[in-house]
Every structure is written in structure tokens, then in C-alpha cells.
């Protein structure tokens, strides 16, 4: 008896090595065959088995019959071609995720600027619950497989009729708390028989799982990396993010040089401004000095408002002293004054709102 489609494994979780000893051992099927399924998932972009017409009929009947193809259905698109856009993924279990993508992004992760960047989810919900974040506001539900990570991005590539050419795990989720199914959406991701896209363009983000990251650093490859520190000390990180009593600043710091020791590229530090929660002017010369002693560079952020949360973005002009102190240590900052209030840009916003009309969430 087969299975109901939903609950088939999808063809984008698999590796071409997975694929080629699944389908060796169960179905008797040649490796060559394996890589002209793979050229019609990721080369011509086909969205069914009917169309990967050089495959046998016997072939295609044990991949419809086994798999489905993209584990996603798209529900909601908000914003414009030329303007950050935001989708709305809902998962087989009725569960949502978001994706963004950000067009012609401007040079944030040392990358040039002419990139279409996509901005991923990793899990449904977070269980780190930072204070000033959407995502972990309900907690967490569940870690996202490796097909719905890979899916999200042939997903928006295929709505957008573009390349994504630059990744950055900052949707929703903490990447480093769902270490094997980042992983092996990473080999899919950068294998030349998959979506292709170099390890130096893609980036993780993490609220500081120390040991995860000098994982991380173990990679082969070297994958980019993004600290969110949002606190200079561990006082105030402690005030914001839950992370910091499992894992102090001198701990994580530790994990980030031994990162270093085993990757040229720098890393960056993501601070979001509050205020009057962590934009003491104090906290701008410790933040410099201790992206100094990392060769790291600085993102400041203004808080974007998340609905049921009281903070505030600090003025304009505050964001621009804290800026300059930074700077003035020759630390390589730059300050992100987002105009995406208005598409919910903060990640979590979209989820949070529909699964909240789902009665999914339900937030007192
Ligand atoms: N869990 C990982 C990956 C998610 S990134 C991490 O924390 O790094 C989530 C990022 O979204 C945060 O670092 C922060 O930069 C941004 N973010 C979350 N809530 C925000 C808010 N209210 N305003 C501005 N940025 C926010
Ligand atoms: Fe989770 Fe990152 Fe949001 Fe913190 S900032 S709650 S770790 S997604």
C-alpha cells in the first residue's frame, strides 16, 4: 500500500550520494540515473516525475509511487519586485514558515551588492525566546527537514523567475540548534549536482551555541557566520537573551576565535539598537573592542516593533553616536535603517500573524 502524498519524503532532502545508494538498494536503479533525476530537480527545475522524460517508465512510476517533489505550499507573497518581498510557506502538518527575499542587497556580509539574497527559515518557532524576537515568542514546534530548507529556496527562485545567489539563515529558528538537518540542506545547497551555490554565499546566523559553532567551524567548507550579540556584556545580553546564562560572552568568544583559527572569512556581529535596553553609549566601545579583537564587522540594526512587545527603536540620531563610536575604533559597522515595517520584515512577524488566525498560537 503506498503512502498519502503528504507523508512521502521529498526528492530536495536527499544528497546525490543518498539518492544513488537509496535507489542501488531498494529499487535496483543505476547511479547514472540518479544524476539525470537530479538535473531535472535542479537544472531544468521540474515540478513533477511526469516530466523527466529520458527516465524510464519504470523509474518514474517507484519515484511518483515513493517521493514527492517540494515538501511547500505557497501561500501568501507580500511586497514588490523591486522592494524586499516575503512569503508564506505552509508545511505538510499545516504549520507555516517565511522566507524573504531581499533584492540587490547592499553589501552587509562581505559580499558584493548586486546579489538576490534569501533570508531562511531553519525551525518552526525558536526555542531561545530573545526578548525583542517574534519568533520565539510561542517557543518552538519543531526543526524544519532538510527538503523544507532547500524548498524554501527553489520555492522563492521559482516565484521570483531569479537566481538566489546569496543565503543567509536569519529567518525563523536557531540554524545551530538544528545542526543535522542544517547540514545536510548544506551539502545540498552547495553541491555542484544540486542548487550550486558557493559556501562563501551563504551565511549562519546564531544567538551563540558555543559548541554548535565551533562544529561549524569543523565544516570543510567555509561557511560564513553571524554572531546576533544585541549586548556588548554579559548583563545586558543576559536581559535580552535567555542563550547568554547557558553560554557566557567569554565562552562564546572563545568558540569564535577557534572559528577563526580555522576560517578566512570574518566574522559579523548583528546588534539590534533598543532603547534603553542595550544602546548605552558604554556598550559601543565594549561591542568595538571585542569585534576589534576578532577582526569581526558590525550590523547595528534599529528594532524593528513586534506587535504585544513595548520596545522602541532609539532616534535616528542615537543610532548614528552609537555608529560612530564603533566606527571610531576601526571597526568596519554599517547601520541598517530598515524601511520594512511595513511587511511585518522582522522574521517571525508573517508566521506568528497567520498561525495566531489559524488559532495555532495563541498569544495572552
Ligand atoms: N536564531 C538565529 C537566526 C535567526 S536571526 C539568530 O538569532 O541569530 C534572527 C535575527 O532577526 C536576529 O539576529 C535579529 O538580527 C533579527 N531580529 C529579530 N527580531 C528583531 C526585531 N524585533 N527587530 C530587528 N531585528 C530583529
Ligand atoms: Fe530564536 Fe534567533 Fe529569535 Fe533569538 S533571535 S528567539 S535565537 S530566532
Request: charged share 25%.
Amino acid at each position: 500500500m503506498s503512502l498519502k502524498p503528504q507523508a512521502l519524503p521529498s526528492l530536495l532532502g536527499y544528497t546525490s550520494d543518498d539518492l544513488t545508494t537509496l535507489l542501488k538498494e531498494e529499487h535496483g536503479q543505476p547511479a547514472y540515473r540518479v544524476q539525470q533525476a537530479l538535473e531535472w530537480i535542479y537544472k531544468h527545475r521540474a515540478d513533477s516525475v511526469d516530466e523527466m522524460l529520458n527516465l524510464p517508465a519504470g523509474l518514474r512510476d517507484t519515484l511518483k509511487n515513493n517521493f514527492r517533489m517540494s515538501p511547500l505550499e505557497l501561500v501568501r507573497v507580500q511586497g514588490s519586485e523591486d522592494t524586499t518581498r516575503k512569503y508564506l510557506f505552509k508545511l505538510h502538518d499545516g504549520r507555516y514558515v517565511e522566507t524573504v527575499l531581499i533584492p540587490a542587497s547592499p553589501a552587509l556580509y562581505g559580499e558584493k551588492s548586486d546579489r538576490h539574497t534569501a533570508c531562511v527559515s531553519s525551525q518552526v518557532g525558536c526555542a531561545y525566546g530573545c526578548k525583542f524576537c517574534a519568533s520565539g515568542l510561542d517557543g518552538f514546534t519543531r526543526n524544519l527537514t532538510a527538503d523544507e530548507i532547500v524548498g524554501q529556496l527553489m520555492a522563492v527562485e521559482k516565484h521570483a523567475g531569479r537566481k538566489i545567489n546569496n543565503i543567509v539563515f536569519m529567518g525563523m529558528g536557531e540554524p545551530l540548534a538544528n545542526f543535522k538537518n542544517l547540514n545536510q540542506a548544506l551539502d545540498i545547497i552547495t553541491g555542484n549536482w544540486g542548487l550550486n551555490i558557493g559556501a562563501r554565499h551563504i551565511t549562519i546566523s546564531t544567538s551563540g551555541l558555543a559548541p554548535m559553532i565551533k562544529k561549524l567551524a569543523d565544516r570543510p567548507q567555509q561557511i560564513r557566520l553571524a554572531i546576533s550579540l544585541h549586548g556588548a556584556t554579559n548583563d545586558t545580553r543576559d536581559k535580552i537573551m535567555p542563550v547568554n546564562s547557558k553560554w557566557k560572552i567569554e565562552e562564546l568568544f572563545d568558540a569564535l576565535h577557534y572559528y577563526k583559527s580555522k576560517s578566512k572569512k570574518r566574522i559579523t556581529f548583528e546588534y539590534i539598537l533598543i532603547k534603553g535596553i542595550n544602546d548605552e553609549l558604554e556598550q559601543a566601545s565594549i561591542l568595538a573592542k571585542r569585534a576589534k579583537s576578532l577582526g569581526a564587522l558590525v550590523n547595528l540594526i534599529p528594532y524593528n516593533t513586534v506587535e504585544g512587545l513595548e520596545w522602541e527603536r532609539p532616534s535616528e540620531e542615537h543610532c548614528y553616536k552609537f555608529r560612530d563610536i564603533v566606527r571610531n575604533n576601526d571597526v568596519t559597522t554599517t547601520l541598517r535603517i530598515e524601511k520594512g515595517h511595513d511587511i511585518d520584515a522582522a522574521c517571525g512577524q508573517l508566521r506568528l500573524k497567520q498561525e495566531t488566525a489559524d488559532g495555532k498560537i495563541s498569544l495572552d
